[in-house]
């Protein structure tokens, strides 16, 4: 069945260093992929989407990767901020199904 | 220009109860989608609506079912509730399926 892992451990970063989140994948093809932000008590908000054929993405103090022979995505937050503390998840999609299917999120904790 | 609203933010019920949770999609959008998010867990989804019916259903029981009105605004129905019902329950809308904006979800207690 497909499956998708994000570390479920808690990270915990020094303000101004990067952040690289991990989302890795089994028994899944996917047309793309996505991350989003996840606040306690909140909805998901949507920071980023790559596509199959795109290798990475970024967005501000964002960056995606997404590699489809080893089924894996890296998430970076550059110069990160006690700001950026929150879940971060990642949600797979393709064509044929609309529905996304998403990771267990990942904490990340930035200290000032 | 309002993004993805839902009602009512929390909700407590009783096992056996029913519950009827709403959602308004952002403006432009024509497909709606319900997920349900148990603690420490990502969403799962449970359906998504297209042009007023059913287009997609996730591994749920029939207890729950849904409905989009002409408007694209979408309801979904839980009925004989469960104590493992519990859970933030998310609406998502979508134009493009590969972009969707989530609500700020419906907090249910089952007691």
């Known amino acids: 069945s497909q499956k998708i892992e994000q570390n479920s451990e808690a990270l915990n970063i020094q303000e101004g260093k990067t952040a690289t989140l991990t989302c890795n994948y089994t028994n899944y093809s996917p047309a793309y992929l996505q991350w989003y932000r996840q606040d306690p008590g909140r909805g998901p908000v949507f920071l980023l989407l790559?596509?199959?054929?795109?290798k990475e993405k970024r967005k501000e103090r964002l960056k995606v990767t997404f590699d489809t022979t080893l089924k894996q995505s890296l998430f970076h937050i550059t110069a990160s901020q006690p700001a950026d503390s929150a879940t971060y998840l990642c949600?797979?999609?393709?064509?044929?199904?609309?529905?996304?299917?998403f990771g267990s999120g990942t904490r990340l904790q930035v200290q000032p | 220009d309002a993004g993805v609203t839902q009602s009512p933010t929390h909700l407590i019920k009783t096992r056996g109860q029913q519950v009827t949770l709403r959602c308004s999609p952002k403006?432009?959008?024509?497909?709606v989608s319900w997920y349900q998010q148990a603690l420490g867990q990502g969403p799962q989804f449970i359906f998504q609506y297209y042009e007023e019916e059913e287009r997609q259903r996730g591994n749920f029981p029939d207890r729950f079912s849904g409905h989009q009105f002409p408007n694209y605004s979408s309801e979904l129905n839980v009925n004989a509730l469960l104590l493992g019902d519990s859970a933030l329950y998310l609406c998502?809308?979508?134009?493009?399926?590969?972009?969707?904006?989530f609500g700020p979800g419906t907090r249910l207690t089952v007691t």
């Open positions: 403006s432009g959008h024509d497909t």
């Open positions: 790559i596509r199959e054929n795109e």
């Open positions: 998502a809308s979508s134009y493009d399926p590969a972009e969707q904006y």
């Open positions: 949600a797979l999609g393709d064509t044929g199904r609309r529905a996304l299917t």
